[in-house]
């Protein structure tokens, strides 16, 4: 097989100290991948004279994919450009329970489903100003319930979804439930009662593209009926697609489900390229103590080396993860143990 390139950016606070150690995993393989660790931030600042430095664009285009440590602002450059600038679209957040994980569930046995989320059109277009510089376009909607020059002094964000952006994305749930192993369902959920036309379209895009695809269960709920659902009985769902905003939330709670944000891995998908990392942030306030919890990093790490086909491998790192908490010796301090970062990560190797 040809050799791999993949670029790092280790990331702020806490997020260094599972990156680091995953990348020695990675290396513990002797996978045939070149890691690539460009500059970012103040010290390419110092280095080019810019936080995003043509060098380290270089590096994501050259590289395979990005293994991305989550950032509190050095690398936020490089995230928009990994995410708009590659048009990475799906947000792929997988919620498994494993035994050994502290779930606050009575009965978590089962909880197996995966969030595809859309990753780049929603609210996150940065689309935000004050209401007053609206005013002049004289702006009326059939649908509104208050009309704009009755606001007051205020903000507003644009939320659009278009057709392309959700049948990528909802194309994208119905092919990942074709083959994967569960229940062959697509859930859909967004606000389309009270946003009957954005997160309608949403909506009617998915009941025609149902169509196409018989032999997966379709079903659409509204998103404060689906958060009911997927606390009451998350053992139903299987795919579950959904525009970006309520998916960052929505993913959040599904890791909730299983035990905490420490466990949820993410991948970021596009047509040609893709990038990894914890759907955690950096974790400052345990920043230095060693106790972050590499669990969500590690299986980020597993997706990735599935998407450069090193399936086997991949295979290989979540085996081990199943082992070390099965095993319950190096269980870290968020799921009730107190195996440091570094036990914790021993421990995996240990295993292959
Ligand atoms: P950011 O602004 O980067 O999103 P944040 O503090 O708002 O940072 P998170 O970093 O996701 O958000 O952290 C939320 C809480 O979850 C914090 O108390 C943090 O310590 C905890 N947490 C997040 N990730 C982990 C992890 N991998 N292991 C243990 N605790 C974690």
Request: aromatic letters at 10%; charged letters at 20%.
């Amino acid at each position: 097989m040809q050799r791999k390139r993949v670029t790092v950016f280790n990331g702020d606070d806490a997020s260094p100290e599972v990156m680091k150690p995953t990348v020695d995993l990675l290396k513990k393989l002797e996978l045939a991948i070149d890691f690539e660790f460009p500059l970012i931030g103040e010290a390419a600042e110092k280095a080019y004279g810019k936080m995003l430095p043509d060098e380290t664009i270089a590096s994501i285009d050259a590289a395979d994919a990005t293994f991305f440590g989550s950032t509190s602002g050095q690398s936020t450059a490089a995230l928009f450009y990994l995410r708009w600038g590659k048009q990475t679209y799906a947000n792929v957040r997988p919620c498994q329970w494993i035994p050994g994980y502290k779930s606050p569930m009575a009965n978590p046995q089962g909880i197996d489903f995966i969030i595809v989320r859309e990753n780049l059109e929603d609210l996150y277009l940065g689309l935000e100003g004050n209401i007053e510089d609206l005013h002049a376009l004289n702006f009326y909607s059939k649908h509104a319930r208050s009309s704009l020059s009755d606001l007051g002094a205020g903000r507003y964000a644009i939320k659009a979804i278009t057709e392309s952006g959700s049948e990528r994305i909802i194309r994208y749930a119905f092919e990942l439930a074709s083959k994967r192993a569960g229940g062959k369902k697509v859930t859909l959920t967004s606000k389309y009662n009270m946003l009957s036309q954005v997160d309608g379209l949403f909506r009617d895009i998915g009941l025609q593209m149902s169509s196409s695809y018989p032999d997966i269960e379709f079903e659409t709920f509204i998103i404060d009926d689906f958060l009911c659902r997927m606390i009451s009985n998350p053992q139903a769902l299987d795919v579950v697609v959904m525009p970006n905003l309520y998916g960052d939330i929505m993913s959040d709670g599904a890791a909730g489900l299983i035990g905490g944000l420490g466990l949820a891995p993410s991948g970021c998908y596009g047509d040609d390229y893709a990038y990894f990392e914890s759907a955690h942030g950096t974790a400052p306030d345990i920043a230095g103590l060693n106790i972050i919890n590499p669990t969500a990093t590690i299986l980020s790490a597993a997706m990735m080396l599935e998407y450069l086909d090193f399936n086997q491998h991949s295979k290989t790192l979540q085996q081990a993860v199943i082992q070390v908490y099965a095993q319950g010796k190096f269980i870290p301090v968020d799921q009730g143990g107190n195996a440091s970062t570094t036990s914790f990560c021993n421990a995996i190797a240990n295993c292959f």
